[in-house]
T-cell receptor
Framework: DAGVTQSPTHLIKTRGQQVTLRCSPK?????VSWYQQALGQGPQFIFQYYEEEERQRGNFPDRFSGHQFPNYSSELNVNALLLGDSALYLC??????????????FGPGTRLTVL | QKEVEQNSGPLSVPEGAIASLNCTYS??????FFWYRQYSGKSPELIMSIYSNGDKEDGRFTAQLNKASQYVSLLIRDSQPSDSATYLC???????????FGTGTQLKVEL
């Protein structure tokens, strides 16, 4: 049973560039959430996708956008990169309608460095 | 006030001792709470989840929840050097759609 997968593992970009990160949810999961974790901080919720729609969004600017595909995989796009966007980007998946006790399973993350 | 608060540590305990990690939350609508362990450079790994008041035990780990005091804790018995990591407390908020994390507590288990 494949867990959550993310690609790439590491990425180095320069300020002003654009980046796309990818996530495949755990088998049987249909909901994908993205989190940003800066060094020394806890993960911060960016947004959640279900049925190819953004269902909820955290306090992130419009430079952060996403997409969910019919196979439930998801992309996170960040435009006009800033130095402060350097972080570990985590994807988590779950099943919509699951009890609140169900866990969100995290992927291994993508380490983004903006120079 | 942050939604989920933790002492950043580091918390140092000798091998074999009990480590006690604490967390408070502000949103009374939070239904479930999770403890994740995170090794440096890795993604969070679930340790325990709890949603009812009281204690929940799983092996060497015990999670405690007190909704009246808005307080969650994690006890690690017989601490091992491999338990050295950052422990993240998270609350399920936003109508049950998002996890809100604390900043994490760094635990060091010393030989």
């Amino acid at each position: 049973d494949a867990g959550v997968t993310q690609s790439p593992t590491h990425l180095i970009k320069t300020r002003g560039q654009q980046v796309t990160l990818r996530c495949s949810p755990k088998s049987g999961h249909d909901t994908v959430s993205w989190y940003q974790q800066a060094l020394g901080q806890g993960p911060q919720f960016i947004f959640q996708y279900y049925e190819e729609e953004e269902r909820q969004r955290g306090n992130f600017p419009d430079r952060f956008s996403g997409h969910q595909f019919p196979n439930y995989s998801s992309e996170l796009n960040v435009n006009a990169l800033l130095l402060g966007d350097s972080a570990l980007y985590l994807c988590a998946s779950t099943v919509s309608g699951a009890p609140p006790t169900d866990t969100q399973y995290f992927g291994p993350g993508t380490r983004l460095t903006v120079l | 006030q942050k939604e989920v608060e933790q002492n950043s540590g580091p918390l140092s305990v000798p091998e074999g001792a009990i480590a006690s990690l604490n967390c408070t939350y502000s949103d009374r609508g939070s239904q479930s709470f999770f403890w994740y362990r995170q090794y440096s450079g890795k993604s969070p790994e679930l340790i325990m989840s709890i949603y009812s008041n009281g204690d929940k035990e799983d092996g060497r780990f015990t999670a405690q929840l007190n909704k009246a005091s808005q307080y969650v804790s994690l006890l690690i018995r017989d601490s091992q050097p491999s338990d050295s990591a950052t422990y993240l407390c998270a609350a399920l908020t936003g109508g049950g759609n998002k996890l809100t994390f604390g900043t994490g507590t760094q635990l060091k288990v010393e030989l």
